[in-house]
């Protein structure tokens, strides 16, 4: 399994981001998608995940209402647009893939494969 995250950038406070998550390897209908991300000095952090097949999805508090993730079957993409975004939203965001995750613990980073980071940075 591969994971290549994109579409991470710069840009200011109350902006909008989107980014991706090619996933490739094998079929993922077994599989939970999420996104964490992992501010310098901190723990690994749950952003949102979504099951491949059903399309379920869990967010973070701190992602309620501002995130929204999304995949693409056809083209085997996870997405996680990102607005009104703020300064603390700043840090490496990864993507990450679960096979048969028990789903109570979609907020826990017991993922199997992650790929690589991909900088966001917020400011004024």
């Known amino acids: 399994v591969q994971l290549q995250a994109s579409g991470g950038g710069s840009v200011q406070i109350g902006g909008s981001l989107r980014l991706s998550c090619a996933a490739s390897g094998r079929s993922f209908n077994n599989y939970v998608m999420g996104w964490f991300r992992q501010p310098p000095g901190k723990e690994r952090e749950f952003v949102a995940a979504i099951r491949w097949s059903g399309g379920t999805t869990r967010y973070a508090d701190s992602a309620k209402g501002r995130f929204t993730i999304s995949k693409s079957s056809a083209k085997s993409m996870v997405y996680l647009e990102m607005n009104s975004l703020k300064p603390e939203d700043t840090t490496l965001y990864y993507c990450?893939?679960?096979?048969?995750?028990?789903?109570?613990?979609?907020?826990?980073?017991?993922?199997?494969?992650w790929g690589q980071g991909t900088q966001v940075t917020v400011s004024s």
């Open positions: 990450a893939a679960a096979q048969g995750l028990i789903w109570s613990n979609f907020d826990r980073p017991q993922y199997d494969y």
